[in-house]
């Protein structure tokens, strides 16, 4: 199956911060999708994206599929940014990355 | 955006028994697919039901079973539990599954004590 790895595992912010989480992956694949897992376990969709840029408020998204990475920008953290940040890479199933845990301070 | 139900939210079973987990999709999201978290081995994938047929399978022992049934509902099934299937399980779903966004339920938490 597909490896994905993520960067860095971990990331603490000051509160008005940028940032930017890398995800990496082995092979090309059908579809890329960003998700924040909520302190409840859910999985929260921040973005699909197989290829291309997509923004969303004050987050972002950059894949570029020939070179097998995706970006993922925070601007301007919050608190409530905090959590942890899967990227997954679809084939048959959805491999996904450890995670970036990221916090952010007041 | 789906909206998609896991039942039960939270449980507690002991080493020996079984349990039953439910997904119910959305209609139109045919696809459904389940993964257990667990913080050594991250995301894992289970399997994945399109149409009632199990179309792809992780590496998990036979004790781990799912279906799906004519409205797109699936279910998965764990016997004789043992105490590393101690996890969150979660299902996804997408209107063809190997194509195209996938969204998660808010997932079944289960406690095998």
């Known amino acids: 199956g597909i490896q994905v790895e993520q960067s860095p595992p971990d990331l603490i912010l000051q509160e008005g911060a940028n940032s930017t989480l890398r995800c990496n992956f082995s092979d090309s694949v059908n579809n890329l999708q960003w998700f924040h897992q909520n302190p409840w376990g859910q999985l929260i969709n921040l973005f699909y994206i197989p290829s291309g840029t997509k923004q969303n408020g004050r987050l972002s998204a950059t894949t570029v599929a020939t070179e097998r990475y995706s970006l993922l920008y925070i601007s301007s953290s919050q608190t409530t940014d905090s959590g942890v940040y899967f990227c997954a890479a679809l084939d048959y199933k959805l491999s996904f990355g450890a995670g970036t845990t990221v916090t952010v301070r007041a | 955006k789906a909206g998609v139900t896991q039942t039960p939210r939270y449980l507690i079973k002991t080493r020996g028994q079984q349990v039953t987990l439910s997904c119910s999709p959305i209609?139109?999201?045919?696809?459904v697919s389940w993964y257990q978290q667990t913080p050594g081995q991250g995301l894992q994938f289970l399997f994945e039901?399109?149409?009632?047929?199990?179309?792809n399978k992780g590496n998990f022992p036979g004790r781990f079973s799912g279906r799906q049934f004519s409205n797109s509902r699936s279910e998965m099934n764990v016997s004789t539990l043992e105490l590393g299937d101690s996890a969150l399980y979660l299902c996804?779903?997408?209107?063809?599954?190997?194509?195209?966004?996938?969204?998660f339920g808010e997932g079944s938490r289960l406690t095998v004590l």
């Open positions: 996804a779903v997408g209107r063809e599954g190997l194509h195209g966004e996938l969204f």
């Open positions: 039901y399109f149409s009632e047929t199990q179309r």
């Open positions: 209609s139109g999201h045919r696809s």
